[in-house]
């Protein structure tokens, strides 16, 4: 089997936007605990398999309990779990690109056959040809990605509500790895449908990309079934503990979200005044096409300048798109200035 991986350069520059992390990192406080956490671990014991704690510190923040609560290390292990046992050969999924090409490409590893559905002009699902298309091939999971990456969009409540219905008893993956940064949140669809499982990081706005830790919440069965195809021990104690830990900082989280809202809001109205096309973003990332230039070159132009953005140029509808990932306000500024100096540059 020859599959191609998924990943972004990780080259050294200057002004690293292309990965969609947080630009800062946790507060010194939160540090310093986790080195204490660290020398009090008892390191030549297993974790606790069940990771009681850190579900029952999730839970609480959602309104859930314990058993609702399925932990592994970053979103993508959960998605890969989910797949692992919900998927496999003889089942389908629908993904609607173009969106987190992860889901494709975890599900065809699983041995599950991918649909493709579409998305309109504005990168929204389209709610009647994705009720023909699960009326058609019954999938057994749907992935709906909200805010949409790499476009940037957020998905109707009610649509992704009616989406759940007509998937059952097929799963509605709900993936919200952006969810903090966006006005709604599909967890408060999750008492109305068994059958919906909503997936969360502390990737982007917890500032832990380097922990690897997401979650999932659903129903007891998803999370049963989840840990059913996660291996023995599959958390480790220290990511355990820091991820509990860092529950009771969550102003901080609360706070690094709501400063990066406003830079997010200040490259798209200074992105508007130079010759690109954007989309608006509902996450920590902003979807633009240069106008008279080709996206590689662009992409090309910006890395001569010590900035890196994503290029996603290959995924359907997305001819000539770059992706920038909201930096503090000196890496937004000098991401600013160099795509002046390409877009107005000499061919
Ligand atoms: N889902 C989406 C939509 C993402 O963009 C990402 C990160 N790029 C992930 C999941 C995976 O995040 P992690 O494994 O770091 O939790």
Redesign the pocket.
């Known amino acids: 089997m020859d599959r191609p991986g998924y990943h972004s350069p990780q080259v050294d520059v200057a002004v690293r936007l292309n ?2 992390e947080s630009p800062e990192g946790p507060s010194a406080e939160y540090r310093a605990e986790l080195s204490r956490i660290a020398g009090g671990l008892e390191l030549n014991r297993y974790p606790d398999r069940r990771a009681s704690l850190l579900r029952r510190g999730i839970a609480a923040r959602h309104g859930l309990s314990e058993e609702n609560v399925f932990c592994a ?7 890969m779990c989910l797949l692992l046992f919900f998927g496999g050969a003889g089942r389908k999924a629908l993904v609607f690109e173009p ?2 090409a ?2 494709r490409h975890i599900a065809e590893l699983s041995g599950t056959e991918v649909v493709l559905g579409k998305r309109d002009e504005r990168f929204a699902i389209e709610p009647g040809p994705a009720a023909e298309l699960v009326a058609r091939h019954r999938p057994a999971v749907v992935f709906a ?1 909200s ?4 476009t940037g969009n957020l998905e109707r409540l009610e649509l992704l509500g009616d989406l759940a219905a007509a998937a059952a008893p097929g799963l509605l993956v709900i ?4 969810g903090q940064f966006s006005p709604e949140s599909a967890t408060s669809l999750l008492g109305e449908h068994e059958n919906l499982a909503v ?6 706005s917890w500032a832990l ?1 380097g922990l ?3 979650y999932l919440l659903s129903s007891s069965e998803v999370v049963a079934g989840c840990e059913r195809s996660s291996l023995p021990y599959h958390l480790g104690s220290f990511t355990q503990a820091a991820g509990l830990a860092a529950l009771a900082h969550e102003e901080e989280m609360t706070a690094r979200t709501s400063r990066l809202l406003q830079e997010r809001e200040r490259l798209a109205r200074r992105l508007e005044a130079l010759a690109v096309e954007t989309w608006p973003s509902s996450a920590n990332f902003i979807l633009f096409r240069p106008r008279s230039r080709g996206g590689h070159e662009v992409w090309e132009g910006l890395l001569s300048r010590s900035v890196l953005v994503r290029e996603v140029s290959s995924f359907p509808r997305l001819e000539d798109c770059l992706r920038v990932t909201v930096g503090t306000r000196e890496e937004n500024d000098a991401f600013l200035e160099a795509l002046a100096q390409v877009l107005e540059g000499p061919r």
């Open positions: 990965t969609n290390n970053g979103s993508n292990e959960v998605l969106t987190y992860l889901h990605c805010p949409n990456n790499p993936d919200e790895a952006y997936v969360r990081t502390f990737s982007k990309a690897r830790l997401g």
